[in-house]
């Protein structure tokens, strides 16, 4: 099995920064594909940035370009998301997922494993 674990969430002022982190350990694939998904109360579970294994194709939802980014450490098996600027729209819970196949996929069901999250909250 496959085991994602987030941190680095928490409450922040609006303007100011975070870093998520997210490990993967047990049976990982050889390669595989990175995503970072949000979900605020009532809302829908939305792609926010995407890493493939290379490391050299990203992907970002339109509402966090040029405010986060998305890197990976392969040593580490670790893929991290540095939000900067932050307002109080990003305010959700924050979950990694991965993808088996290749190509960044863009919605839920294209990703096979899944963290549990972790809490963004961003006051104004």
């Known amino acids: 099995q496959v085991q994602l674990m987030e941190s680095g969430g928490g409450l922040v002022q609006a303007g100011g920064s975070l870093r998520l982190s997210c490990a993967a350990s047990?049976?990982?694939?050889?390669?595989?594909?990175t995503g970072w998904f949000r979900q605020a109360p009532g809302k829908n579970r939305d792609l926010v940035a995407a890493?493939?294994?290379?490391?050299?194709?990203?992907h970002y939802a339109d509402s966090v370009k040029g405010r986060f980014t998305i890197s990976r450490d392969k040593a580490k098996n670790t893929v991290y998301l540095q939000m900067n600027s932050l307002k109080p729209e990003d305010t959700a819970v924050y979950s990694c997922?991965?993808?088996?196949?290749?190509?960044?996929?863009?919605?839920?069901?294209?990703?096979?494993?899944w963290g549990q999250g972790t809490q963004v909250t961003v006051s104004s």
């Open positions: 047990g049976r990982t694939p050889t390669t595989y594909q």
């Open positions: 997922a991965i993808k088996r196949t290749s190509g960044i996929g863009m919605t839920v069901s294209d990703y096979d494993y």
């Open positions: 890493i493939e294994w290379s490391g050299t194709t990203t």
